[in-house]
């Protein structure tokens, strides 16, 4: 009869167990870091980032590298930052699977395993790397990236086969296209973008994060289409949007202001309760958890006859799987100026909202997996007790230390992304950021932009302010 486990196995098991077994999130053990970033002292930031030498080349080094970028981008270290975000997405790019650590991830839990970003944060590494080119007068590779973008979420989303998934179009990278498109005066390109981000603002992001499309937005799709000349496309929008649209130049060039405010949220554990249920295939396991009513049937017809007497034995169990807690921002909303004329901010982005969305729809996909992983655990707790009552009550007390959800994210992204376009006048152009907090306590940022035809400039602010992380 083949044995579950040998016993070399079995002590390799505990010695990886012990290893890796531990209680504190992510979000706990980059303290100091986050301390840094929340003070806006990002010159301590980046010495500590840059001595961290050995979570470049661990299982975190994905997360050192975004950092790093994130933090050489409000430094202004606009090359170094792109070095940064280049190497991240090579590794992205790149990811093999180590099967060795998939196993071993199977019997203890997925932090063991380099870390994979959400498909979000995928995507918001290449909306960093344009704002980058773009400060650098590169709009050609700043165009590129917009387009890697749409080419990222086709590409996560054609492995999800027919699962759920809300996150499948960016409205926000369609929408800076088109006002990259416009710095160079391609109106016609410039259309085609904002018309698409029309399209997502209208059909996605209304429906699954409550956003609504911005105004900028449809008065960029009415000037970009008489700018192209599409005179039935004017019609067509002005009957849309209710607008009666008129045409006023911008003579002395414009500012697109970005203003990022706050942090996403971080990583927590909770647990999901499942218990066994009758089958009517003969084969299968059910796993039903009653609260979200959900049941994940699992093939055992493969296994031995000793694991399959052992998942026998599984009544119930629970499964460790990653939430998240908000960080609310301080300040709610934020009054621009421009030569003491006031301007709007509107939501573009609500990385906040999409976080939670798709972290959700995550679950639903891999759940089977934590399931699977807890399966194997009990499986072989039940095993080994069958053959030794104390050595089956260690490896109970091993596989309640190590069943964990992976709490690893990338911190630094912002809460929400707001903008706004701001027209110039000749001569120099003062503009004043004041992010509004409950006690109207926040400084005033001021830059100034020299009016320059047919010039647009990009600008953005990260005010990181936040609470600190709680349940929504």
């Given at each position: 009869m083949r044995h579950f486990y040998t016993s070399k196995?079995?002590?390799?098991?505990?010695?990886?167990?012990?290893?890796?077994?531990?209680?504190?999130?992510?979000?706990?053990?980059?303290?100091?870091?986050?301390?840094?970033?929340?003070?806006?002292?990002?010159?301590?930031?980046?010495?500590?980032?840059?001595?961290?030498?050995?979570?470049?080349?661990?299982?975190?080094?994905?997360?050192?590298?975004?950092?790093?970028?994130?933090?050489?981008?409000?430094?202004?270290?606009?090359?170094?930052?792109?070095?940064?975000?280049?190497?991240?997405?090579?590794?992205?790019?790149?990811?093999?699977?180590?099967?060795?650590?998939?196993?071993?991830?199977?019997?203890?839990?997925?932090?063991?395993?380099?870390?994979?970003?959400?498909?979000?944060?995928?995507?918001?590494?290449?909306?960093?790397?344009?704002?980058?080119?773009?400060?650098?007068?590169?709009?050609?590779?700043?165009?590129?990236?917009c387009r890697r973008i749409n080419l990222r979420l086709q590409a996560l989303n054609d492995k999800y086969d027919d699962h759920k998934n809300r996150y499948q179009r960016d409205a926000f990278a369609h929408n800076l296209m088109g006002m990259i498109y416009e710095a160079v005066q391609d109106y016609n390109n410039a259309f085609i973008a904002y018309r698409n981000a029309l399209e997502v603002y209208q059909e996605d992001y209304k429906k699954y994060f409550s956003m609504r499309v911005p105004e900028q937005l449809k008065r960029d799709i009415l000037r970009t289409?008489?700018?192209?000349?599409?005179?039935?496309?004017?019609?067509?929008?002005?009957?849309?949007?209710?607008?009666?649209?008129?045409?006023?130049?911008?003579?002395?060039?414009?500012?697109?202001?970005?203003?990022?405010?706050?942090?996403?949220?971080?990583?927590?554990?909770?647990?999901?309760?499942?218990?066994?249920?009758p089958s009517p295939r003969e084969g299968y396991v059910i796993m039903r958890n009653e609260a979200l009513d959900l049941s994940f049937p699992l093939y055992i017809g493969n296994k031995s006859e000793e694991e399959k007497d052992a998942f026998a034995r599984l009544r119930f169990f629970k499964v460790a799987f990653p939430r998240y807690l908000e960080r609310k921002p301080v300040y709610r909303g934020a009054t621009i100026r421009c030569n003491n004329h006031p301007y709007s901010m509107e939501k573009a982005q609500d990385i906040n909202e999409i976080a939670f969305k798709t972290l959700r729809d995550r679950m639903l996909r891999e759940i089977g997996n934590a399931i699977l992983r807890i399966a194997t655990k009990k499986a072989l707790e039940a095993a080994v007790d069958h053959e030794n009552e104390n050595l089956g009550t260690l490896v109970n007390i091993i596989n309640t230390l190590t069943e964990q959800a992976d709490t690893r994210n990338w911190q630094t992204l912002p809460y929400s992304i707001h903008y706004c376009r701001i027209p110039l006048e000749e001569g120099t152009n003062v503009i004043k950021l004041q992010p509004q907090s409950p006690r109207n306590s926040s400084k005033t940022q001021t830059y100034r932009f020299e009016g320059r035809k047919n010039k647009i400039y990009f600008a953005a602010r990260h005010t990181t302010a936040s609470y600190a992380p709680r349940n929504r």
């Open positions: 196995r079995f002590l390799l098991f505990l010695l990886f167990a012990v290893v890796f077994a531990g209680c504190a999130t992510y979000y706990q053990q980059t303290q100091q870091l986050q301390a840094y970033i929340n003070r806006g002292n990002f010159q301590k930031a980046d010495q500590l980032l840059t001595q961290e030498t050995r979570s470049k080349e661990g299982k975190n080094k994905l997360l050192s590298y975004l950092n790093h970028g994130y933090v050489d981008w409000m430094l202004d270290n606009y090359q170094e930052s792109n070095q940064h975000f280049s190497q991240a997405d090579r590794i992205i790019e790149d990811y093999m699977k180590n099967y060795g650590l998939e196993a071993l991830a199977l019997l203890t839990n997925p932090n063991v395993k380099p870390y994979r970003p959400e498909d979000f944060e995928a995507v918001m590494l290449h909306y960093f790397t344009a704002l980058n080119y773009v400060q650098l007068q590169d709009y050609e590779d700043a165009l590129v990236e289409a008489y700018l192209t000349g599409f005179r039935d496309e004017v019609r067509h929008y002005e009957k849309q949007f209710n607008i009666d649209y008129r045409y006023e130049p911008r003579e002395h060039g414009e500012v697109i202001f970005f203003w990022l405010n706050g942090f996403g949220p971080v990583k927590d554990e909770w647990s999901l309760h499942f218990s066994k249920i």
